[in-house]
Nanobody, 127 residues
Framework: QVHLVESGGGSVQPGGSLRLSCTAS????????VAWFRQAPGKERIFLAA???????YYSESVKGRFTISEDNDKNEYYLQMDNLKPEDTALYYC?????????????????????WGQGTQVTVSS
């Protein structure tokens, strides 16, 4: 099973930026989509962005235009650049590996298809 580790969280003022990183333990993750989710206290875990195994990117409407997902295949790392952060972006952020090898569809918001999760990194947006 792939081991995922997130980093890069922290505290930032509204309008600020953060870049989250997700490091995977195995190169085989390249054959699978990887996504970012977040979960605020008392709320469900929600989909933010995904990158397919061929590099196609998908975003939820709530973060489109502010968040950017990217990857560095040589390092087995995935990133979430977050700009113009708002207080409502405060949450625990997770990266996850999709279990569907070579998947090229456009449905990524179903938590059940993800078979590896990181431990999460906290993002707090407050003045």
């Amino acid at each position: 099973q792939v081991h995922l580790v997130e980093s890069g969280g922290g505290s930032v003022q509204p309008g600020g930026s953060l870049r989250l990183s997700c490091t995977a333990s195995e190169r085989m993750i390249r054959d699978f989509p990887v996504a970012w989710f977040r979960q605020a206290p008392g709320k469900e875990r929600i989909f933010l962005a995904a990158v397919s195994w061929i590099g196609t990117k998908y975003y939820s409407e709530s973060v489109k235009g502010r968040f950017t997902i990217s990857e560095d295949n040589d390092k087995n790392e995935y990133y979430l650049q977050m700009d113009n952060l708002k207080p409502e972006d405060t949450a625990l952020y997770y990266c996850a590996k999709d279990g569907r090898q070579f998947y090229t569809g456009n449905v990524y918001d179903n938590l059940d298809v993800y078979d590896s999760w990181g431990q999460g990194t906290q993002v707090t947006v407050s003045s």
